[in-house]
């Protein structure tokens, strides 16, 4: 069975690469669901919304940093979650994070012509809210307005504890005007310089996750377009793709390193079974003998498969990078639409050598006729991967 053996050595090298082909293209499929998924929310929810473009935007900004933190969790291969809650409750969070049923972060977003608006909406307290709530027709006292809201200190920020989100080119000046505030107010209302600083270690411009997922900073310019196109029901991947949200754009080679090293623990396990031939050997020779496999020598096998396993990972590893990189578009536009079965070709010859040297075991093909039909497959898998 010198042959069989030859042929088992050359497939037992290369075929857990077919195993990061597939891990690489199912990694970047998962992102462009996000993606394609972000699109069709925000024409579902906004193209027949009445409300006009300065107010619309507010929510757009909602779904567009849960979104684009969803399109990054999948980059990052992180089980956390953003969801828009769409709650107009007092003190309501805007956006949640979870990671299964721990919330990781709660958020409130605030979008506004200007930086001092955002700011006063961000860090306003149940008096300033009252004071909204009577602009919009409201008949209560504030005494009745705190104890239907459980508010139990006036001067706490409505917010407070929530990440605040903000307009990206509003961060840096709303940073400013809070570290002004607080100096003011410590000298004549120390009272409300804790929502100030509340509100001042919160903001932010992007939702953050625990392990380095994060949404997409959002500018009113952006969001403004964002909601006049989604009211025309046309956001397209195309068009967001202009925006920044694409996997070209968001994935990176760190990020297709890390999956890849997913990817390549897998190929270790299949290397791990792989790697001890002679005693495959030794059970497919029982089994063509006697059509049967006793488990004691499954058992055994498995047992001895303890080394051997660094050339799988790092075959499984590589074939899974140059997959994503491909769909990624991180080696040029063409290369996206690459087959990843094409990637994975020379598996497929490794295989079919197997099928032949197992024939050849059994007396069904010589030597010859099993060189023959590999330069055959080699010309079909080379003929492909011009194709």
């Known amino acids: 069975m010198n042959d069989f053996q030859k042929g088992y050595d050359f497939f037992q090298k290369n075929a857990n690469a077919f195993v990061g082909v597939n891990e690489g293209d199912a990694y970047v499929g998962t992102v462009n669901d996000e993606i394609e998924l972000f699109a069709k929310t925000l024409n579902d929810k906004f193209s027949t919304n009445n409300a006009g473009i300065e107010q619309l935007k507010g929510n757009i900004a909602e779904f567009w940093e849960a979104g684009t933190f969803n399109i990054n969790a999948a980059v990052k291969g992180s089980a956390e979650h953003a969801t828009v809650l769409e709650s107009t409750e007092y003190g309501s969070v805007d956006i949640q994070v979870k990671s299964g049923d721990t919330i990781i972060a709660d958020a409130g977003s605030k979008f506004y012509k200007t930086a001092a608006a955002t700011l006063k909406q961000q860090a306003k307290n149940a008096r300033e809210s009252f004071h909204d709530y009577q602009l919009k027709g409201g008949k209560a006292s504030f005494d009745e307005y705190c104890s239907e809201r459980q508010i139990t200190d006036p001067n706490a920020a409505v917010y407070g504890g929530q990440v605040r989100l903000v307009p990206s080119e509003q961060l840096e000046e709303i940073k400013t005007l809070l570290q002004h505030k607080i100096a003011t107010e410590v000298m004549i209302r ?77 190929a270790a396990t299949i290397s791990l079974v792989l790697k001890v031939a002679p005693e495959i050997y030794k059970a497919i020779s029982y089994l063509i003998s006697n059509g049967e496999i006793e488990k004691e020598q499954f058992e055994r096998i498995g047992l001895a498969a303890v080394s051997g396993t660094s050339e799988g990972f790092i075959r499984g590893t590589v074939a899974a990078a140059i997959t994503a990189s491909c769909k990624a578009g991180l080696l040029g536009e063409s290369l996206k639409s690459v087959n990843p079965t094409i990637i994975g070709a020379i598996t497929v010859v490794t295989m079919n050598v197997i099928k032949n040297s197992i024939e050849i075991a059994c007396g069904k093909k010589t030597r010859s006729q099993l060189a023959e039909e590999l330069v055959r497959d080699m010309y079909v898998s080379s003929c492909s991967l011009v194709l």
């Open 190 to 266: 120390p009272e409300q310089v804790q929502r100030y600083k509340d509100t001042l270690n919160m903001l932010n411009d992007r939702l953050k996750g625990t392990n380095g997922t994060e949404s997409v900073p959002l500018d009113n310019a952006t969001a403004k377009e964002l909601a006049q196109i989604a009211k025309e029901n046309g956001v397209t991947e195309d068009k967001l793709r202009e925006m920044g949200i694409s996997t070209e754009q968001l994935i990176d080679y760190s990020d297709i390193f890390n999956q890849a090293m997913k990817a390549g623990v897998t």
